[in-house]
């Protein structure tokens, strides 16, 4: 967003709050203090989307790191399991299942 369409916004939102304030309350000293609050409020919110920015590029730079590393590792196996074994594992996990549950009912 460009700075002067960023000045506008926040301009906006300022005489917006201040004439929505003035209209409810009367009062020109509530105006000021729930203009300065809204202010303060907007300013916590910008320092909190630009922390959160920064650790997001960190996470994102640490994740590219370990790609790299695990990418130069010899030992990382990249082909998937044959589909062979992937029946016998399962077929072998649920005949152990079975057996489990039948101890479970024998006294």
Known sequence: MAFRMFCRVLGLVMCSTALTIYFASHSIGTVVVTTLACSLLLQLAYFASVLFLIWRSACVSRAGQ??????????????????????????????????????????
């Not at 695990?70 to 594992?89: A, L, Y």
């Open 66 to 107: 370990r790609a790299e590393h695990f990418g130069s590792c010899k030992e990382v196996r990249s082909e998937p399991p044959d589909f062979d074994e992937v029946t016998n594992e399962s077929a072998d996990l649920l005949q152990r299942d079975q057996m489990r549950a039948i101890s479970l009912l024998l006294p």
